[in-house]
């Protein structure tokens, strides 16, 4: 495994595996938030710069293996093409006889964007050609039949280009051809990207931190995805601060009253189970003391501040409260590392996004006092973006899912393929 900025990319072709699966408009196909463009460029540039041309591959949505224009890549050309100040290629098929042309004309200094790798199912490696009513043995056949294809695809690919960098980060928990099995083909010539390293870089920071207190905080919807993170930061952190639509059923499993709040009856055990857990470990649980209660789902409903555990029938918590807002910021203020994943309250509506803007800003405020701060997942990255905090925050990661298999102690397909 090489080092990106160790390598030298002179004469060569390289293949990148980016994650351009950006949102795009429904009507006319433009890129909504370039953030993951933006977070390949580094290494595309060190590419060039280098004496190097780059091969862009990647996928965009879930075509299922069929060609469909509105998953196309070509969407994205406009945007990298702002970025960098020059026009790329694009090859309007990932392999076959186009793409090896275009690859083999291409120049030092040049960029080709190869068409998404998913309008092929052995990109993922699943039969979706198979029709409903498929029989067991059929199922079987059609994956032995896509397993068999994949490796012509594997080759063709790789016949493109002298060596692989890996710098999809947010495709690296999944085992698919582009991120996890292409390296093969470059036993002494694969990396990984800047993006990857960093991202990496900052996880492990958290995890293996010795900058204590370390302090955790949880939120979002539903505490059953995120258990195994809860439980492999429980032997790491000292404070646990758990907010969001989980919160509920920690409340009720300690017998409070939760009106209508989110709540998962089967997961009560467990979060009693939890919390003993981090007691015995010695982890500080800060759940909400008070909440912002609404009579409806609805940015119009009705609103009443209350404590924690009485929430009256008909009512639902959609935020956490002044006194709790208080309490964690006092706790994020006042440590080392923090990690931050999932928002407080249901941000999307005004009503009900103080908790997460207030503690968005007690994490750039420990920032600012020399802590380092990991915020991840979708909706927390976007609250932190919301606010225009993003640089006040350490690292904001650019995987929810990978993030989070990642913290969860978990290895990632994408990053075992090249580490070894
Ligand atoms: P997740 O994807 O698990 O991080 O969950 C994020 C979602 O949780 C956001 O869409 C929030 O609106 C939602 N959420 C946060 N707090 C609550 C709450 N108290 N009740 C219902 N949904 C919530």
């Not at 580094?42 to 590419?47: D, F, H, L």
Request: hydrophobic share 40%.
């Amino acid at each position: 495994m090489h080092k990106i900025d160790n390598y030298s990319f002179a004469g060569k072709k390289a293949i990148v595996r980016v994650d351009f699966n950006v949102p795009l408009d429904k009507k006319t196909f433009e890129v909504t938030d370039d953030t993951r463009i933006r977070g390949a460029l580094p290494t595309i540039k060190k590419i060039i710069n280098n004496g190097g041309a780059a091969i862009l591959m990647s996928h965009l949505g879930r075509p299922d293996g069929k060609v469909q224009d509105k998953y196309s890549l070509k969407h994205v050309l406009p945007v990298i093409e702002k970025h960098l100040g020059f026009k790329v290629k694009f090859a309007p098929d990932c392999i076959g006889d186009e793409a090896k042309k275009f690859a083999a004309e291409l120049k030092a200094g040049e960029i080709l964007v190869l068409e998404n790798l998913r309008f092929y199912e052995e990109e993922e490696g699943k039969a979706y050609s198979l029709a409903e009513d498929a029989t067991e043995v059929q199922k079987k056949e059609a994956k032995v039949r896509v397993k068999e294809s994949q490796k012509n695809f594997l080759k063709q690919l790789a016949s493109l280009a002298n060596c692989y960098v890996n710098d999809a980060f947010g495709t690296a928990h999944r085992a698919h051809a582009s991120t996890s099995l292409l390296v093969q083909y470059f036993p002494n010539d694969s990396m990984f990207g800047y993006l990857i390293e960093s991202e990496l870089k900052a996880m492990d920071k958290v995890l293996h931190s010795n900058e204590k207190p370390l302090t955790a905080i949880m939120g979002g919807a539903k505490v059953s995805d995120k258990i195994l993170l809860i439980e492999n930061l429980l032997n790491r952190v000292d404070n646990l601060i758990i907010g969001g639509g989980m919160t509920y059923t920690f409340i009720k499993a300690q017998g409070g009253k939760i009106g209508k709040s989110l709540c998962e009856e089967d997961k009560l055990d467990l979060a009693l189970e939890l919390l003993t857990k981090a007691k015995e470990k010695g982890v500080k649980v800060y759940l909400p003391v008070d909440a912002i209660n609404a009579d409806a789902f609805d940015a119009n409903a009705n609103t009443q501040a209350l404590k924690i555990d009485i929430t009256p029938d008909g009512w639902m918590g959609l935020d956490i409260g002044d006194e709790t807002i208080k309490l964690f910021s006092q706790v994020i203020e006042n440590s080392k590392t923090i990690l931050w994943n999932g928002p407080m309250g249901v941000f999307e509506m005004e009503k009900f996004s103080k908790g997460t803007k207030a503690i968005a800003l007690a994490v750039a405020k420990a920032t600012e006092k020399g802590a380092f701060s990991l915020v991840g997942g979708g909706d927390s990255v976007a609250a932190v973006n919301k606010l225009n905090l993003a640089d006040k925050i350490s690292y904001v990661s650019t995987g929810g899912g990978a993030m989070l298999e990642y913290m969860e102690g978990k290895e990632l397909p994408g990053i075992k393929a090249i580490r070894g």
